[in-house]
């Protein structure tokens, strides 16, 4: 890694932990679900691995902490609160299955030249969301850890990470922004519940917004 990569803030997202919702493939928006035993277990584990000084996150080296309003993550003082980061709002299909969604959606005369995609025709109902919808907030949410990223290079400051703790399908449409891809543009991403992915830029520049494919960890030996 170059001094120039080393320097570079990075953006950590951690998806909520698994439900018993999530575990069985219901959307999940607004309900306040409390997390499987595995699910707390897993999240447990894998910050064992990836928290603490030295570590992949650091805490001395994150300067700002987000999270959706259902997580319940009160890690520091750091941590800031956001519907900018909340979990798609699945309106009418809240609690729903894909397969049930789409019979709901046949049964009311829509989808007939093509299935139903929420990337592109997002959800029905008070509370369902349009991809407009979420990609102005989610702009909104990267326009200000950009400028906090921005600030730190311009400081030379090597102490501005930032992490954001959200559910699995706002962080997937999260990613594509951050790309600045439309939400309907196809990228197949898996994100498992507590896991962890990286973000950051190329080249030490705020306007190369990249994907961390890879992550060397502090300490590790080639």
Same mark, same amino acid.
């Given at each position: &890694?170059?001094?120039?990569?080393?320097?570079?803030?990075?953006?950590?997202?951690?998806?909520?932990?698994?439900?018993?919702? /999530?575990?069985?493939?219901?959307?999940?928006?607004?309900?306040?679900?409390?997390?499987?035993?595995?699910?707390?277990?897993?999240?447990?584990?894998?910050?064992?691995?990836?928290?603490?000084?030295?570590?992949?996150?650091?805490?001395?080296?994150?300067?700002?902490?987000?999270?959706?309003?259902?997580?319940?993550?009160?890690?520091?003082?750091?941590?800031?609160?956001?519907?900018?980061?909340?979990?798609?709002?699945?309106? !009418?299909?809240?609690?729903?299955?894909?397969?049930?969604?789409?019979?709901?959606?046949? /049964? +009311?005369?829509? =989808?007939?030249?093509?299935?139903?995609?929420?990337?592109?025709?997002? $959800?029905? %109902?008070?509370?369902?969301?349009?991809?407009?919808?979420?990609?102005? +907030?989610? =702009?909104?949410?990267?326009?200000?850890?950009?400028?906090?990223?921005?600030?730190?290079?311009?400081?030379? !400051?090597?102490? $501005?990470?930032?992490?954001?703790?959200?559910?699995?399908?706002?962080?997937?449409?999260?990613?594509?922004?951050?790309?600045?891809?439309?939400?309907?543009?196809?990228?197949? &991403? &898996?994100?498992?519940? %507590?896991?962890?992915?990286?973000?950051?830029?190329?080249?030490?520049?705020?306007?190369? +917004?990249?994907?961390?494919?890879? &992550?060397?960890?502090?300490? /590790?030996?080639?």
């Amino acid at each position: &890694m170059s001094d120039k990569d080393a320097a570079t803030p990075r953006l950590f997202l951690i998806r909520h932990g698994e439900t018993e919702w /999530s575990r069985n493939g219901r959307f999940t928006g607004i309900t306040d679900l409390p997390l499987l035993p595995e699910g707390e277990e897993k999240v447990r584990q894998t910050a064992s691995v990836v928290f603490g000084a030295g570590r992949l996150i650091d805490p001395s080296k994150v300067a700002h902490i987000v999270q959706g309003p259902s997580v319940r993550a009160a890690l520091t003082e750091k941590v800031h609160t956001t519907e900018d980061i909340a979990e798609w709002g699945y309106g !009418d299909y809240e609690g729903l299955l894909q397969p049930q969604i789409e019979e709901l959606r046949k /049964s +009311r005369g829509l =989808d007939r030249e093509r299935p139903w995609d929420i990337w592109r025709d997002g $959800c029905e %109902g008070p509370g369902g969301h349009t991809p407009p919808q979420v990609t102005e +907030r989610l =702009d909104r949410l990267i326009s200000q850890i950009t400028s906090i990223h921005r600030q730190g290079l311009q400081q030379g !400051d090597r102490n $501005c990470d930032a992490v954001v703790v959200a559910h699995g399908h706002i962080l997937r449409a999260f990613v594509k922004r951050w790309l600045k891809l439309d939400l309907d543009t196809h990228l197949e &991403m &898996m994100l498992e519940p %507590g896991g962890v992915c990286g973000l950051s830029y190329a080249h030490g520049d705020v306007e190369a +917004r990249a994907v961390l494919v890879g &992550m060397s960890f502090p300490g /590790s030996t080639s």
